[in-house]
């Protein structure tokens, strides 16, 4: 089982060379992912609800500069707010430039202010990321001109870098719609459970969708510091034990991080 992070929340005052030293600490500490979050013009301040400041892609761009083997990714971007012929070339480019560690994490959002306040559709969120997931597909495994589907269609036009390395998609999500994208779309799930036994369950239901295709069932949680470090261990490891083939953990305010990547890491090294 793999150990990932979730970088912590980045307020406006929080210097990026925190999130610097944050991603090269989840190197040398044998973290295999670092997750970022994404918002575009959320109805309230950053933070706990709705994540960092820094644009997710931007970021990831910046980190892989200064990072060696560190994957990157995004849990969750709202595949529906953003333009997928846009983001296909981002992310393509990303690719090319990280030497092929970017994993792209969608979710269809949940916050229906943010979708009105930028004028996208929410209420059928679900199919327009459903239709962006297909274009994606296409582009980013060399599909030429023409494309036609329910939307995002094109008649001509050329699309370039087509990434030397296929890009992973995570879907992000416990809903049985969140599950069903996963199976056909996805190569990851990262679902939000609320115990082991409930991630089996999940996860038995999504390779019980995914007849034809591997995809990985992995997970999300969050340790502040407040419990012990033991118990946090010993939760990772029942993970592992229903099936988790990596656990993703936030560690809290920024200012901790370090020290609590530090201590589960070498929990887990004993067990």
């Known amino acids: 089982m793999e150990l990932e992070v979730v970088l912590p929340d980045e307020s406006p005052s929080m210097p990026v060379e925190r999130l610097v030293e944050l991603a090269r600490a989840a190197e040398e500490l044998g973290y295999a992912t670092a997750w970022l979050p994404d918002h575009v013009l959320p109805p309230g301040a950053y933070g706990t609800a709705f994540g960092g400041v820094y644009e997710p892609l931007v970021t990831i761009g910046h980190l892989s500069a200064v990072t060696e083997r560190l994957r990157l990714g995004t849990s969750v971007l709202v595949a529906p707010l953003r333009d997928p012929f846009v983001l296909a070339k981002q992310v393509a480019t990303l690719q090319q430039l990280s030497a092929g560690r970017v994993i792209l994490g969608v979710g269809v959002g949940w916050n229906e202010k943010e979708f009105d306040a930028v004028g996208a559709d929410y209420a059928h969120r679900g199919a327009v990321t459903d239709d962006a997931l297909a274009l994606l597909r ?104 229903a099936g988790a083939a990596r656990v993703a953990v936030h560690f809290g305010e920024h200012d901790g991080t370090r020290v609590r990547m530090a201590a589960l890491a070498e929990a887990l090294s004993e067990r």
């Open 138 to 241: 296409h582009l980013l495994g060399g599909g030429a001109a023409p494309y036609r589907a329910r939307r995002f269609s094109y008649e001509q036009g050329v699309f370039a870098p087509t990434p030397d390395h296929r890009v992973p998609v995570m879907v992000g999500g416990d809903s049985d719609a969140a599950l069903r994208r996963a199976a056909r779309s996805g190569d990851i799930w990262q679902g939000l459970p609320t115990s082991p036994g409930a991630f089996a369950e999940r996860a038995q239901r999504l390779a019980g969708l995914a007849v034809d295709r591997d995809v990985l069932a992995t997970l999300r949680i969050g340790w502040d510091g407040t419990a012990p470090v033991g118990r946090i261990a010993d939760e990772v490891v029942a993970y592992r034990e």
